[in-house]
């Protein structure tokens, strides 16, 4: 178990350029989450899957936002077009359903810090 | 909607003494699971504590304890012989559905300061 990974940890980027980020949740968690972190603030919920299927999007998450976990393990979020106010730590967080004690338990990456000039 | 309050933004308090930071919640759930978070300045974050409301015991994890009062919706964290290594920011947060779907609201958070 080595954790949530997440890559970048950060990430500068121009106004109107596409960007994506990885996630790889603990192995064998069945759920994976999305946060936006801006400074100073707690995170807040972008969208969650379970496995492969994507169940609920935040308000927050606008047309130029998707989230994918393609075979239900890694999941990547792409921001198209950013915006200056698309500048936040995005965090992932994975848990499992399974097992009495780490039952709904959401463990977090360290995040990625996006920059957009 | 399910809401979560900590009205603490900022705390201190001197190596080796306790401190308490205060989190209220909102929720029409009889039985949920809440939770304090650590986010030390590195930014990951990190479960410190699990309470589950139909528990009447007040859960403790060795120099952390909760003082969980469901009547009053409350969800204190206490934290006993405080070190350095405990100054983060803290976050109470609530499962939305308590129990079987984890999608967390937190708090504002608290950041604590440690002083030796």
């Known amino acids: 178990d080595t954790g949530v990974s997440q890559d970048p940890r950060h990430k500068i980027t121009k106004r109107g350029q596409n960007v994506t980020f990885r996630c790889d949740p603990i192995s064998e968690h069945n759920r994976l989450y999305w946060y936006r972190q801006t400074l100073g603030q707690g995170p807040e919920f972008l969208t969650y899957?379970?496995?492969?299927?994507?169940?609920?999007k935040s308000r927050l998450l606008s047309d130029r936002f998707s989230a994918e976990r393609p075979k239900g393990s890694f999941s990547t979020l792409e921001i198209q077009r950013t915006e200056q106010g698309d500048s936040a730590m995005y965090l992932c967080?994975?848990?499992?359903?399974?097992?009495?004690?780490?039952?709904?338990?959401?463990?977090f990456g360290a995040g990625t810090r996006l920059s957009v000039l | 909607a399910q809401t979560v309050t900590q009205s603490q933004p900022e705390m201190s308090v001197q190596e080796a003494e306790t401190v308490t930071l205060s989190c209220t919640y909102d929720t029409s759930e009889s039985d949920y699971y809440l939770f304090w978070y650590k986010q030390p300045p590195s930014r990951q974050m990190i479960l410190v504590i699990r309470?589950?409301?139909?528990?009447?015991q007040n859960a403790t994890e060795n120099r952390f304890s909760v003082n969980f009062q469901k009547a009053a919706k409350s969800f204190s964290l206490k934290i006993s012989d405080s070190q350095l290594g405990d100054a983060a920011m803290y976050f109470c947060a609530y499962p939305r559905g308590g129990t079987s779907y984890g999608k967390l609201t937190f708090g504002q958070g608290t950041i604590l300061t440690v002083h030796p």
């Open positions: 899957f379970q496995n492969e299927a994507q169940l609920e």
């Open positions: 309470q589950e409301a139909y528990k009447q």
């Open positions: 967080a994975s848990s499992s359903n399974q097992g009495a004690q780490a039952k709904n338990i959401q463990y």
